[in-house]
């Protein structure tokens, strides 16, 4: 997975096709979030649940442990590792949902240069990203090694054309069991390793290369290239 997405819905939009009855605790606010290209260290909307309680923070896009100060903060995991390497031992209790509308992967295009793609679900549906992560508790201010990874698994079907690495994306079902604070590591593992949404449920196409450069951020970077 390419290290673009968009996040443009409002959060209200995202939260409504998880069906959890609470009130929403709401620290990203009410309006669209207009994020049509997305990269890491952006802060993104991240959902997780604290006291039965869902909330929505603006959290970082990459984390590293504060040991590994000698490289980038990754903004994925595989999910093949993440449960056993040390590298994510102190976040993997801590899980979350990063939903999107789709994310953006770039295919060589020989002479041509690379040419992104776009992805996302065929019904249009919020994508429901798991993500692990050090973010906010109890409503507390964003601190400054705050941050979160979204995990991904090997593409299969028609996306190996496209890219050979994807995120972890649940169905609504699955997306509230791995928030449940009560689920089990053993049972988010075995979730994030088996029971993503297939490639079947995704549709992709070629958009223009302006979505290539961070500063572009225009709705119509999601605009299928004719």
């Given amino acids: 997975m390419c290290g673009r997405l968009s996040q443009y819905r409002g959060i209200h939009d995202f939260v409504a096709v998880l069906s959890i009855p609470d009130a929403l605790i709401n620290h990203v ?7 049509y290209n997305a990269a890491p260290t952006t ?3 991240l959902l997780h649940l604290e006291n039965e309680r869902l909330h929505a923070d603006p959290v970082r896009w990459g984390w590293r442990p504060h040991w590994a100060t000698d490289r980038v903060a990754p903004i994925n995991a595989r999910v093949e590792k993440v449960a056993h390497g040390p590298y994510f031992r102190a976040i993997w209790p801590h899980r979350a949902i990063c939903p999107i509308d ?3 992967e770039w295919v060589d295009g020989g002479e041509a240069g690379k040419q992104p793609w776009l992805i996302r679900r065929r019904d249009r549906k919020p994508v429901l990203c798991a993500a692990i992560g050090q973010y906010p508790i109890g409503g507390a201010p964003i601190r400054e090694h705050d941050g979160f990874v979204i995990l991904t698994a ?8 496209v890219h050979d690495r994807r995120p972890v994306v649940f169905s609504p079902e699955l997306a509230r069991e791995w928030l449940d604070p009560a689920t089990p590591k053993e049972r988010a593992e075995e979730m994030a390793l088996s029971q993503g949404e297939v490639s079947d449920v ?5 958009v223009d ?3 290539g450069n961070v500063r572009n951020q225009s709705a119509s970077l999601i605009n299928e290239l004719k």
């Fill in 29 to 35: 606010g009410d309006e669209p979030l207009a994020r």
């Fill in 43 to 45: 802060q993104l909307a």
């Fill in 102 to 104: 789709n994310w953006f």
């Fill in 154 to 161: 090997d593409s299969a079907g028609g996306m190996l054309d």
């Fill in 202 to 206: 995704f549709e992709w196409y070629r």
């Fill in 209 to 211: 290369k302006a979505v």
